[in-house]
């Protein structure tokens, strides 16, 4: 017994120096880049829109313009690549937090960073998919929603996503007119270059945080309304901007939020603390 428990010990001190291992953590900062790429093109396309054109605003359409423009499947595969490793450095500080913390703040650092890998690997999943020539489904979110709602228990399940993808929206609000995000940076530059981080960060995670705090909210209206038509994703979330007054300016302004949140994460990829 003592045996296997040295042998349990030694692989998990192995896995959590090649969590560490420098290879390892520029791979995983190559994830926040291809996070700050998808961000960019949805910000690009809900700009298009804003200005009369069309598109689908969502990761469905940023991809699918990634895959289409010359070495787009290379580039695909390097985002698969780079989200893959995030969600594997995240998953390790779920198995190994610092020690420094209390157990109190532990179960909130693994939680925190649990949520954090399961988006990135469904990401990695989403950018594979596309790499290899798939892609997601235009009416996918209506037919799950569809699906969920014929049920209490389905029903209840999406309007607690709904509240819950509500209350993420309006964390990002908060940690961007706080800077809260900066507790994250190590090395920010100092004078106009840091401040231009600043700025990126904070109107980024402003607009990030409208983007989800909308998606929250048409997603608890279609489960109260029983009408999954509603339910249409970040793709509808952003169009229905366009619907209230002064709309089109709404919608650009969230557009260019959500581009310098892409540029903010690409910075972010060389200042995260990790």
């Known amino acids: 017994m ?8 030694k692989a998990a ?13 520029i791979a995983a900062r190559a994830g926040y880049i291809a996070a700050g790429l998808l961000h960019i093109l949805i910000g690009v396309i809900a700009l298009g829109v804003a200005r009369g054109g069309s598109g ?3 990761q469905n359409g ?38 420094r913390l209390n157990s ?41 929603s569809a699906a969920l709602m014929a049920n209490p228990v389905g029903a209840a399940l999406l ?20 800077q809260k995000f900066e507790e994250n940076l190590s090395g920010k530059p100092s004078g106009s270059a840091g401040k231009a981080v600043t700025i990126l960060g904070t109107v980024g995670y402003v607009a990030k945080g409208i983007a989800l705090g909308v998606l929250g ?10 009408n999954p038509e509603e339910s249409t994703g970040l793709d ?10 002064f709309g089109v300016w709404i919608l650009g302004a969230v557009a260019l939020g959500l581009i310098a949140y892409g540029v903010f994460m690409i910075v972010r990829s060389r200042y995260q603390r990790m």
């Open 236 to 245: 509808g979330a952003l169009k229905s901007l366009q619907e209230q007054p």
């Open 217 to 226: 909210i048409l997603l608890v209206i279609a489960t109260v309304r029983n």
């Open 2 to 9: 003592g045996e296997v428990s040295r042998q349990a010990r």
């Open 56 to 58: 689908s605003a969502d």
């Open 104 to 144: 109190k703040d532990k179960i909130t650092y693994r939680l925190k960073n649990g949520g954090k890998a399961v988006v990135y690997a469904a990401i990695g999943v989403a950018f594979a998919q596309y790499a290899m020539g798939g892609g997601g489904g235009g009416s996918s979110t209506q037919s799950t």
């Open 62 to 99: 940023a991809m699918a313009s990634l895959a289409g423009t010359p070495g787009g499947g290379i580039l695909l595969w390097v985002c698969f690549i780079g989200c893959a490793a995030l969600a594997l450095f995240l998953l390790s500080e779920v198995l190994f937090p610092p020690k």
């Open 13 to 25: 001190d192995g896995a959590e120096d090649a969590s560490d291992s420098k290879p390892f953590i």
């Open 159 to 178: 309007l607690a996503t709904g509240v819950g993808i509500l209350a993420v929206g309006g964390y990002f609000v908060y940690s961007g007119v706080t």
